[in-house]
């Protein structure tokens, strides 16, 4: 568990690398995909995952940097709360909505 709330520090630096690329890959085929493609479907899997990694591992780095030594056990439980619940949240709009990437795309669409 301890590794995994000082995620910045305890050797994930492979996931948020790998993090990166799923981000750099997934987000601009996301953006030009069709509705209900397959590609928009497999953008939205995988920003499902990249995007709580990504976040928790550099919201660790920060509190590494900027957070006092004693306050930092309490900041990094809350991180991780944060990161399950931006998961399930993405999940939840994968499974139950449109998908993240039309939910996103709705932001710049004109209301009929």
């Known amino acids: 568990m301890q590794r995994l709330l000082a995620a910045d ?21 996301a953006a030009l995909s069709s509705k209900d493609s397959f590609l928009q479907k497999t953008s939205d899997w995988a920003l499902s995952v990249a995007i709580p990694v990504h976040m928790h591992i550099t919201t660790n780095a920060l509190v590494t940097d900027y957070v006092a030594t004693r306050f930092r056990g309490p900041v990094r439980a809350a991180i991780l709360g944060a990161s399950v619940i931006t998961y399930l949240g993405i999940m939840k709009v994968n499974l139950a909505g449109p998908g993240l990437t039309e939910t996103v795309k709705t932001l710049w669409r004109k209301q009929q």
């Open 9 to 29: 520090v305890a050797g994930f630096h492979k996931a948020y690398e790998l993090s990166n690329y799923g981000l750099a890959a997934a987000i601009p085929v």
